[in-house]
């Protein structure tokens, strides 16, 4: 099993450009999330998909947008690329939900990521 | 809201012990463990439930004070091969996906 992957490992975009990140995943698994990581930062979530067809805002959302047409891929779009989107991307993906009320939750299991520079 | 990672970093030399904290102002479901190497993905380590559960991993260990909605992480006789970065992510109660914290640096040293 491969895992998690992403495509590409490195891009280099102009202000204004458009890109589109790849993350395929073969566990699987339903859920899967869209993170940046910026020093000091932590990871924060951009956008999350719960199953194939569903996509939901994170907790920074504006700048991107997301799709979710097959199960085991998860597409990050960024339309018109700003210095401020320079980060490293991580997608990730879960069994189920971590939040699920039954009393069990799942680890996330991430991709290597993408490292994003806007010039 | 991010959960409050302290401290934000700390030096240790083979052999010692270290604490990290992880602290909510919310009600919290579950707290994750993750291990960061540099240039490197988010690695699981263990998973902690409401509940005061306590869980192991090798010399890796995490407690969960529900009452205070903190989580502690305890590394044990370290090893150069634990050096990295340590994030907890929480999970409130109802459908609120995983916030991480910003992250405590750990190094070893020999």
């Known amino acids: 099993n491969a895992g998690v992957t992403q495509t590409p490992k490195f891009r280099v975009l102009k202000t204004g450009q458009s890109m589109t990140l790849l993350c395929a995943q073969d566990m699987n698994h339903e859920y899967m999330y869209w993170y940046r990581q910026d020093p000091g930062m932590g990871l924060r979530l951009i956008h999350y998909?719960?199953?194939?067809?569903?996509?939901a805002k994170g907790e920074v959302p504006d700048g991107y947008n997301v799709s979710r047409l097959k199960k085991q891929n998860f597409l990050l779009g960024l339309e018109s690329a700003a210095p401020s989107q320079t980060s490293v991307y991580f997608c990730?993906?879960?069994?189920?939900?971590?939040?699920?009320?039954?009393?069990?939750?799942?680890?996330?299991?991430f991709g290597p990521g993408t490292r994003l520079t806007v010039t | 809201q991010q959960p409050v990672q302290s401290p934000q970093a700390v030096i240790l030399r083979e052999g010692e012990d270290a604490v990290i904290n992880c602290s909510s102002s919310k009600a919290l479901y579950s707290v994750h463990w993750y291990r960061q190497k540099h240039g490197e993905a988010p690695v699981f380590l263990m998973i902690?439930?409401?509940?005061?559960e306590q869980k192991g991993h090798d010399k890796i260990s995490a407690s969960f004070n529900e009452k205070k909605q903190q989580s502690s992480l305890y590394l044990t006789a370290s090893q150069l091969s634990y050096s990295g970065t340590y994030f907890c992510?929480?999970?409130?109660?109802?459908?609120?996906?995983?916030?991480f914290g910003k992250g405590t640096r750990l190094s070893v040293i020999a």
């Open positions: 992510g929480t999970e409130s109660m109802g459908n609120t996906p995983l916030v």
């Open positions: 990730a993906s879960s069994y189920s939900p971590p939040y699920v009320s039954s009393g069990v939750s799942y680890e996330q299991y």
């Open positions: 998909s719960v199953g194939e067809g569903t996509t």
């Open positions: 902690l439930l409401k509940g005061g």
